[in-house]
């Protein structure tokens, strides 16, 4: 494609150029209306297109109305003539009111005493898209190659190293930006190379350069069109400031460089000029290919190098294999509603151990160093997210980012693990610290806002919600019940029969409004555990159902059996408590002393 220019004349005086023209332009006389009442620069309308005021208030011959030259991809231009009461005089033919005549490069346009003349800007283009980093793109095989340029083995070989040197050895940023400009300079011959990143419109160098400063028509062409551009500058005219000269300039090429929303990030920009040197060989198309090849490496490369530290990031919380998946999709982690089953899991003796070892520092950290890795490659194992360390806490998610139907039982399969590590971890800890410790876990399922619950500055993929809060509760809990893993009612109703549980009781907790029901999971589900649990919900059925002399009677027996069993023994304290009260009402939950 090639690029179209204006010049616009008052006689022989030159007031301003364009170039390129690349959109719709309308030329007329000032109106009221137009946020800018300056003449001969190009201003946005209020409808949003471009226009140029050519003529005061005050020079009728000039029309409000406005003739609009629309550019072709041929090369041409379609003049048209919106004025009822002014026709402009287009090549020697006057054009009349809303019709319209397409015109080429030489082609002159009189209005008044004011000529446009519209020529080829120099200004070439591939009129092939960029690619976005990430979307495949086959081969266009209505695109001929150009057999009049031919290029010798050794060039094209070259080619071909340079641009798998930028896709494959750069491992920064910046060092993308050097490969790539070193090869666009050493391929074509060019005098200075740069990488040049655009904020709305205003460029500035990647790399920090003293170097003249860049065309402003070709990179608004690439910002414009995403599309690569080269030019052979014409000699230009000094406009006191208004335009910009590039006699010093034997060639220019720019290609853009684009982000994974196929946006402009920035561009590749080369430029070959004559001082104290003899003329290379000019750009043409093959050249320009190079660079925008060079430049679609750059781009795939960043938009490789952001996912890495993203995937790297994500590692923290994720697996290696969800870390990625987020990383190629991080949609994913926009915040939503879903359905989703919460640990939390605390470390029993933590407070009297920390003290114990608050003269060894090292050895405080290095156990619970040892003890964190073991729980969270638990819930690692079980594709869950690590959302957080409290203290001597760990929270844990599963069901989110990415669903998974088995939730709840993953997080109740970690859980278990979670026990086996601690029991395998305590013993050999044990004379180092001072004495052996455990785990509390608390796991509920329910309906949370999942997403970044951090800032700007921090990442952090969590949960917030009643549910999360009812979890925390319930891990508190199993101090109360002398358990070590404590599950609620929609957690134990998406189980099946490999998992063992006790129903234990309703509770109501601190900041919960309604009762939750709790059951234990058991650890190591023998005849003895089994024999405990039928008796257990056995009197629990008559303390619920109001028969307290019958649950007392049950519990009290239980309890000689299993004495160790604190689950039994609260339930018996209750069950007295409340068969020597006339108030029934507080019978059925029990409301815990403590968080």
């Not at 073991?374 to 990415?402: H, N, Q």
Request: glycine fraction near 8%; charge should be negative; aromatic fraction near 6%.
């Amino acid at each position: 494609m090639i690029a179209i220019a204006i010049r616009i004349f008052d006689g022989p005086r030159m007031l301003c150029d364009y170039e390129p023209l690349d959109a719709a332009l309308e030329i007329g006389r000032i109106r009221d209306e137009d946020n800018s009442q300056e003449l001969f620069r190009r201003f946005r309308t209020h409808e949003g297109r471009d226009r140029i005021n050519v003529a005061s208030d005050a020079e009728l011959i000039v029309s409000r109305k406005p003739i609009i030259l629309a550019p072709q991809s041929d090369g041409t231009v379609l003049v048209t003539n919106t004025s009822t009461t002014v026709q402009p005089d287009v090549d020697g033919v006057p054009l009349a009111a809303d019709r319209s005549h397409v015109v080429g490069p030489g082609a002159v346009i009189k209005i008044g005493t004011k000529r446009i003349e519209i020529f080829s800007s120099g200004l070439q283009s591939l009129a092939e898209p960029s690619l976005v980093p990430g979307r495949s793109a086959g081969l266009d095989s209505s695109v001929k190659p150009d057999l009049q340029i031919t290029y010798s083995a050794d060039f094209v070989i070259r080619c071909f190293q340079s641009i798998s040197l930028v896709l494959h050895s750069a491992k920064s940023t910046a060092e993308f930006f050097q490969l790539a400009s070193r090869a666009m300079v050493e391929l074509l011959y060019l005098d200075s190379g740069r990488v040049l990143l655009q904020d709305a419109g205003q460029w500035r160098d990647a790399i920090p350069a003293d170097l003249p400063k860049p065309s402003e028509r070709v990179l608004r062409w690439v910002l414009t069109h995403k599309d690569t551009c080269w030019e052979v500058p014409r000699i230009a005219h000094d406009l006191g400031g208004q335009g910009y000269s590039l006699e010093e300039v034997q060639a220019v090429v720019a290609a853009p460089i684009l982000d994974a929303n196929g946006d402009v990030l920035g561009a590749l920009y080369g430029e070959r000029r004559s001082e104290g040197r003899n003329p290379a060989p000019t750009i043409e198309r093959p050249a320009a290919l190079l660079v925008k090849t060079l430049a679609d490496g750059v781009a795939a490369g960043l938009d490789r190098l952001e996912k890495e530290r993203a995937a790297l990031l994500f590692e923290q919380f994720f697996t290696a294999d969800l870390a990625q998946h987020l990383a190629d999709e991080p949609d994913l982690l926009s915040g939503r509603h879903a359905e989703v089953t919460l640990l939390f899991c605390d470390i029993r003796g933590f407070s009297r151990i920390s003290h114990r070892l608050k003269q060894e520092p090292a050895v405080m950290v290095e156990w619970l160093s040892a003890v964190m890795t073991a729980l969270s490659d638990c819930v690692l194992a079980e594709e869950g997210v690590l959302v957080d360390y409290i203290g001597d806490e760990l929270m844990a998610m599963w069901g989110a980012p990415k669903p998974q139907s088995d939730h709840a039982e993953r997080a109740c399969r970690a859980a278990l693990g979670m026990v086996a590590e601690v029991n395998r971890l305590s013993p050999i800890w044990e004379e180092r610290i001072g004495e052996p410790f455990g785990v509390g876990v608390g796991i509920n399922t329910g309906q949370a806002f999942v997403g970044n619950t951090g800032s700007l500055r921090k990442f952090k993929y969590g949960p917030l919600g009643d549910a999360v809060n009812a979890a925390s509760r319930v891990q508190g809990a199993t101090k109360q019940f002398g358990c070590q893993i404590l599950i609620t009612s929609p957690t134990r109703n998406l189980l099946d029969d490999q998992f063992a549980t006790r129903r234990l009781r309703r509770v109501r907790v601190v900041n919960i409004q309604d009762p939750i029901e709790l059951f234990e999971l058991a650890v190591a589900p023998d005849d003895a555990w089994r024999s405990l649990c039928s008796q257990y919900e056995s009197a629990l059925s008559d303390f619920e159902e109001g028969r307290y002399a019958s649950s007392v009677g049950r519990l009290g027996r239980l309890f000689g059996e299993f004495p160790n069993d604190k689950t039994t023994d609260t339930l018996l304290d209750h069950a007295n408590a409340v068969r020597r009260t006339p108030n029934d009402d507080i019978a059925p939950v029990w409301t815990l002393p403590a968080k």
